[in-house]
């Protein structure tokens, strides 16, 4: 679990770095600053959902019954869908009262995934008005 917190940090300290390093300059009007901070924190997305698939362990019912000391209830969670095999809302239950993943997650997710599409569209916005308002040489 540490391992995949260390693994979410890297890029974006490495974001952070990038950023503070342009501090001075206008870092939200060049495009490659915006694309990598929009890669660290898709990295970071990525991350916090594997966290979030793996929450169950390889074997859900084990999981419920050894660690959350609950019961495992099979037909509820193929009529609700949490049985894990959802990619976004994440959705894994031992029953109707223990979800096995964590509550923050599918937030977390949905942010992240908000803001790497957001920057990722300013940078696009930013490379096509340099484009567009490109001044070309004047020939004499």
């Known amino acids: 679990m540490f391992l995949l917190v260390f693994a979410a940090l890297g890029p974006a300290i490495l974001a952070g770095l ?18 990598g901070a929009a890669l660290a924190v898709g990295v970071c997305a990525v991350v916090v959902w594997g966290i979030g698939v793996f929450a169950g362990g390889l074997d859900g019912r084990e ?4 660690t959350h000391h609950t019961t495992y209830d099979q037909a509820w969670r193929e009529r609700s869908g949490a049985d894990g095999t959802s990619v976004f809302p994440l959705a894994n239950a031992c029953n109707e009262h223990v979800s096995l993943v964590p509550a923050w997650v599918n937030p977390t997710i949905a942010v992240l ?15 096509a008005l340099a484009i ?3 001044k070309e040489p004047v020939s004499s």
């Open 63 to 66: 999981t419920c019954q050894l």
């Open 18 to 35: 990038m950023l503070r390093r342009s501090v001075r300059s206008r870092w939200y009007e060049q495009p490659i600053e915006l694309i």
């Open 132 to 134: 567009f308002h490109r």
């Open 113 to 127: 995934a908000a803001f790497t599409v957001s920057a990722l569209a300013l940078a696009l916005f930013r490379i």
